[in-house]
């Protein structure tokens, strides 16, 4: 027998499976969440379902700026989900922090509204890397389409920012202090990001409104960490056989999670702390040392691996040349540009990266992860590569990881299919003007692909580097990733 999420589910005996310690009932909505994906289901929700049973004040309602469909799988099961932690064993738990989604699309006035509203204490975002509309600096792209509207149509806003900016108004104009404001993204630097891309938005359309963001608002800082692969139909058909429960849309996550937050007192943020958060002054560097290395480690691996035929990461980490290439570029590239955090054993986190990666109960596909390249790449393993030039530390692994890119977003184009990657037009265009041929595929991505500064473009060191990686992966490409690749992408 399957049962159907639902409160009154709560009530009921649920043999192994974790559920809500609070009331629900009693809880209210402190915290707005733009971008309720798999990630902050599988994330910063479970860290406030076990808050509210000590503090019901920090209920989520959710903000879905594109698809209805997380509202339209949750709201039927009044916000209720199954989250399975999939290691060694399975755990299941039933997380109910999210009341409520909102999806703008139907709901514009309604989303503002609850951004503004007086109990909304914090705004959080997971919005990936091109939810934030930068450009290759990191400030606010005023050419892109979504911040062009925004600047022009400040009330019916397009883009995560301009919500922000349009809440941030209509909180004012209440006279009420406002909300913090938490980027949940793998960026760099992703409080201060966002903080100058609110405020450039913001001066655009109200210079006064700014003004007092500039003042007012606080824009922690933050690193979030915890593998949780897109949900596949095997998960939901898993929690109704191994635990009876219907769910339209269960997650799935590794059992290890980290979560750090900038210690900004005057944000007054939940007590986060004392559900296994870390509060702390170095986010910075908590935060570099995961982009660069978890991260970093995640595209090359997706990117190299594809490129010899394979489809998810642990699949790849059983092929005895990847795992040892994503080792070598652990320890030979990607940590000797790391600066380590007090207390952050850089070898040891490093083997704890390589074991993540070969969790076998993740199926997390390569293609999922090499997704959005253009904007992961450069804040993944340029910054890297621009370290070890100058250091004269090596680069062929990087090399590498860019040389499976190439061919990554070349299979894409010869399987016909639509690369998953916001600049894919003009990397669609590339790819057909490629020969194939190592020396000329590496020039013409280096220079026109738009991921690599003038110098970086021009670097003869690199260009042979690729070039040789390219060469060499092909040979193994042509036998078998076209084909697996056109289906994956299916
Ligand atoms: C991954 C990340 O999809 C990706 O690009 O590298 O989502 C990664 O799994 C998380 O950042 C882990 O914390």
């Known amino acids: 027998m399957t049962r159907s999420l639902r409160n009154a589910l709560l009530a009921t005996e649920l043999p192994g499976i974790q559920r809500p310690a609070y009331d629900r009932a009693k809880v209210t909505p402190g915290i707005v969440h733009i971008g309720p994906g798999a990630f902050h289901r599988a994330h910063q929700a479970v860290y406030v379902d076990d808050l509210l049973a000590q503090d019901p004040r920090w209920g989520i309602t959710g903000i879905s700026l594109r698809s209805p469909d997380v509202a339209e799988a949750l709201t039927p099961q009044a916000g209720l989900y199954t ?13 109910g922090s999210i009341a409520g989604v909102i999806v703008t699309r139907s709901a514009q006035a309604q ?5 503004a509203a007086p109990e909304t204490g914090l705004i959080t975002l997971t919005i990936t890397e091109k939810g934030y509309c930068l450009d290759e600096v990191g400030a606010l792209d005023t050419e892109h389409a979504d911040i062009r509207h925004d600047a022009t149509h400040p009330h019916q806003p397009r883009s995560a920012i301009g919500y922000l900016v349009a809440g941030l108004a209509a909180r004012r104009a209440q006279g009420l202090a406002p909300p913090a404001i938490l980027s949940c993204d793998n960026l760099p630097e992703n409080g201060a990001r966002l903080r ?6 913001a001066s655009l359309t109200d210079p006064d409104l700014a003004r007092w963001i500039e003042g007012e608002v606080c824009f922690p800082g933050s690193m979030v960490d915890s593998i949780t692969p897109a949900t596949s139909p ?4 898993q929690v109704r056989t191994q ?3 219907e769910d339209s849309w269960p997650i799935q996550r590794e059992p290890f999670t980290a979560w750090v937050i900038e210690d900004m007192p005057r944000a007054a943020l939940p007590d986060f702390a ?11 560097a908590y935060a570099t040392a995961k982009l660069r290395l978890l991260n970093g480690a995640h595209s090359a691996l997706a990117y190299y691996g594809a490129a010899l035929g394979e489809t998810t990461v642990a699949g790849a980490m059983r092929n005895a040349r990847v795992e040892r290439y994503v080792t070598t570029l652990l320890r030979d590239e990607l940590a000797p540009a790391v600066k380590a955090p007090p207390g952050l054993d850089l070898a040891e986190y490093c083997a704890t990266i390589l074991q993540r990666f070969g969790n076998p109960a993740i199926e997390y596909t390569l293609v999922q992860i090499g997704s959005d390249g253009s904007q992961k790449i450069p804040i993944r393993l340029l910054a890297t590569l621009n370290d070890n030039l100058a250091a004269g530390r090596p680069i062929a692994g990087i090399a590498a990881a860019l040389a499976g890119w190439i061919i990554f977003v070349r299979q894409f184009a010869k399987a016909g299919r639509a690369l998953p990657d916001p600049s894919a037009a003009h990397l669609a265009a590339l790819a057909n003007a490629a020969t194939g041929r190592g020396d000329e595929d590496a020039r013409l991505f280096m220079e026109h692909s738009g991921l690599f500064a003038p110098e970086l473009a021009a ?3 690199l260009r042979d580097a690729i070039a040789q990686a390219y060469d060499e992966l092909i040979k193994t490409t042509e036998k078998t990733a076209g084909r697996r690749i056109g289906q994956d992408a299916a």
């Not at 095997?234 to 058909?237: C, D, G, P, S």
């Not at 004392?274 to 910075?284: E, L, N, Q, R, Y």
């Open 83 to 95: 989250l399975l932690l999939t290691g060694e064993e399975t755990r299941a738990r039933i997380i």
């Open 111 to 115: 989303a503002i509204q609850r951004l």
């Open 196 to 201: 100058g891309a609110v405020l450039q938005l």
């Open 234 to 237: 095997a998960l939901r058909e």
């Open 243 to 245: 635990f009876g429960l």
């Open 274 to 284: 004392s559900v296994g958060a870390t509060i702390t002054s170095d986010v910075a």
């Open 459 to 461: 670097h003869s060191g």
